[in-house]
């Protein structure tokens, strides 16, 4: 089993700056990808930040020039620096991983996080 905790959520006003982090714990495991999602009031969960093992990235467009998303591969933690925050940012953002286990068990497995509200106000 792998836990992500996610942290850095809150209130800011437009044009502020947030940082969250996401850490996944357990053991055994090795970390493919790292996402950052969102999910608004009465909207879909939408990709926003993706990065890959070897540090490839993408990001919804909506957001580029102004989300930067990385990754402290020995910490299994993974940050979405958010910029120029607009109102139409404020969500529930949700961080998720496919990984892999060394032994035991074969396959990809995702996991997500609980979710950490930001809210930019006007």
């Known amino acids: 089993q792998v836990q992500l905790l996610e942290s850095g959520g809150g209130l800011v006003q437009a044009g502020g700056s947030l940082r969250l982090s996401c850490a996944a714990s357990?053991?055994?495991?090795?970390?493919?990808?790292m996402d950052w999602y969102r999910q608004a009031p009465g909207k879909q969960r939408e990709l926003v930040a993706a990065?890959?093992?070897?540090?490839?990235?993408n990001y919804v467009d909506s957001v580029k020039g102004r989300f930067t998303i990385s990754r402290d591969n020995a910490k299994n933690t993974v940050y979405l620096q958010m910029n120029s925050l607009k109102p139409e940012d404020t969500a529930v953002y949700y961080c998720?991983?496919?990984?892999?286990?060394?032994?035991?068990?074969?396959?990809?497995?995702?996991?997500w996080g609980q979710g950490t509200q930001v809210t930019v106000s006007s």
């Open positions: 998720k991983t496919a990984v892999h286990f060394i032994s035991g068990r074969i396959g990809t497995y995702e996991y």
């Open positions: 357990g053991s055994n495991f090795v970390i493919h990808t």
């Open positions: 990065i890959a093992s070897g540090g490839s990235t």
